[in-house]
């Protein structure tokens, strides 16, 4: 079954620069999730969009931003990116429901040099 | 906000059974149960939905108690695969689809 795409897998950055993460969801899935996770961290949630449009925020910082695309695919712009930055991007996607799954791609790792 | 999970750590011997804890002070519609190996991506386990209900996966399974607000995970006959780390992620009534997730509960199954 296919599952949650992400991409790159690993990117490194300096800080000031940017950096746009993707998320190409479950087929047929119509609502994607960000989350953040930091070394021995539990995830934190970013940002939510539902049928392309946003439907729930988080602890998102103003230098990040995101969308959803008419192809249902994500992507997460970084900009200003700090060594805080550095953590594990995981997106995700369901149905929309409040009993739907969510099922998680494979992440992002981002390290901020 | 955070649901607050208990123990922190576990250490177990194949075979053996343990009992995660994930209780929230707030009114939820469901906790859903990742398991997630180091680096790698979140796993989902099962979700129990408000009312009570039991479920189960193999000899994993939860329950959710809606008077206390919490939420139980019971591994039964522990295997070698069982590591990694637990979180609940609860969704709160009349907050959207988001999970907020707990603080994770590392499991070490050992031979």
């Known amino acids: 079954a296919a599952g949650v795409i992400q991409s790159p897998r690993h990117l490194i950055k300096e800080k000031r620069e940017t950096a746009t993460l993707k998320c190409y969801p479950i087929?047929?899935?119509?609502?994607v999730y960000w989350y953040q996770q930091g070394p021995g961290q539990d995830p934190q949630f970013l940002i939510s969009f539902y049928e392309k449009m946003q439907s729930d925020k988080g602890s998102i910082p103003d230098r990040f931003s995101a969308q959803q695309f008419s192809d249902y695919h994500s992507e997460l712009n970084m900009s200003s990116l700090e060594l805080g930055d550095s953590a594990l991007y995981f997106c995700a996607s369901s149905f929309r429901g409040l009993d739907q799954p969510q099922h998680f791609g494979d992440g992002t790792r981002l390290s901020i040099l | 906000q955070q649901p607050v999970q208990s123990p922190q750590a576990v250490i177990l011997r194949e075979g053996e059974d343990a009992v995660i804890n994930c209780s929230s002070s707030k009114a939820l519609y469901s906790v859903h149960w990742y398991r997630q190996k180091h680096g790698e991506a979140p796993v989902f386990l099962m979700i129990?939905?408000?009312?009570?209900e039991q479920k189960g996966h193999e000899k994993i399974s939860a329950s959710f108690n809606e008077k206390k607000q919490q939420s139980s995970l019971y591994l039964t006959a522990s295997q070698l695969s069982y590591s990694g780390t637990y979180f609940c992620g609860t969704e709160i009534i009349a907050a959207g689809n988001k999970l907020t997730f707990g603080g994770g509960t590392r499991v070490l199954v050992k031979p």
């Open positions: 129990l939905l408000k009312g009570g």
């Open positions: 087929p047929r899935h119509d609502t």
